[in-house]
């Protein structure tokens, strides 16, 4: 008998781990996430399933964080009702639109940066976005860059692909008589690249 594909054996796994993300703090502390988790058990599709495939990556990447140090940031930053439900809206939306199970990782760094209070709301959201426009190779090339060595620019490789996310610019035409554009990061990519490099904890 031939073995099950991996994200059809992964998807199951992933529904009988529901009852535990509904446990975890982090959706005791946004409580719109533990809702659409009902929601999702109770329909039991593929989409659902694939769902709370993404939050449970999401939620993982943060088990790095001390449970104290968790409750201590949570408390401090998630205190006023709306910023966690508007939290928590835009983490349901943003995992909805994931094309793939690495990326709530990444999303996950951004996280624990604005739960620590490094980052604000409106800079987290941008980030989301980004993170869920941009190809998940071209993100994982620019936060594998050499820390010393950010203001690389290239012409057609990755540093082009990402500048719709904003995380890139156009640095200027090539010396030769190509009129090929050289692209840099911006300085939104290089803030982005600080503080994924210092909190990805997964």
């Known amino acids: 008998m031939s073995e099950r594909p991996g994200l059809e054996a992964f998807l199951e796994i992933?529904?009988?781990?529901?009852?535990?993300?509904?446990?975890?703090?982090?959706?005791?502390?946004?409580?719109?996430?533990?809702?659409?988790i009902k929601l999702c058990q109770a329909a039991d599709g593929i989409r659902e399933r694939m769902f709370l495939a993404k939050l449970q990556r999401f939620i993982n990447a943060l088990?790095?964080?001390?449970?104290?140090?968790?409750?201590?940031?949570?408390?401090?930053?998630?205190?006023?009702?709306?910023?966690?439900k508007r939290v928590g809206e835009a983490l349901l939306l943003t995992l909805e639109q994931l094309?793939?199970?690495?990326?709530?990782?990444?999303?996950?760094?951004?996280?624990?940066?604005?739960?620590?209070?490094r980052i604000d709301r409106p800079f987290l959201f941008r980030c989301w976005n980004s993170i869920a426009n941009a190809y998940m190779e071209d993100l994982k090339s620019l936060f594998e860059l050499d820390s010393a060595n950010l203001n690389c620019s290239d012409k057609e490789g990755f540093?082009?692909?990402?500048?719709?996310?904003?995380?890139?610019?156009?640095?200027?035409?090539?010396?030769?008589?190509?009129?090929?554009?050289?692209?840099?990061?911006?300085?939104?990519?290089?803030?982005?690249?600080?503080?994924?490099n210092e909190n990805n904890v997964a």
């Open 14 to 36: 992933v529904e009988t781990c529901a009852d535990q993300l509904m446990s975890n703090e982090l959706v005791a502390d946004l409580p719109i996430v533990g809702t659409a």
């Open 63 to 84: 088990d790095g964080i001390s449970a104290t140090e968790r409750g201590d940031m949570l408390g401090l930053t998630l205190t006023i009702g709306d910023e966690r």
């Open 159 to 196: 540093l082009q692909n990402l500048l719709r996310t904003g995380l890139t610019k156009i640095q200027g035409l090539t010396s030769d008589n190509d009129g090929h554009m050289y692209y840099e990061l911006s300085d939104f990519g290089r803030q982005c690249f600080q503080v994924y």
């Open 99 to 117: 094309s793939d199970l690495n990326r709530p990782e990444v999303m996950a760094a951004f996280f624990s940066a604005y739960v620590r209070g």
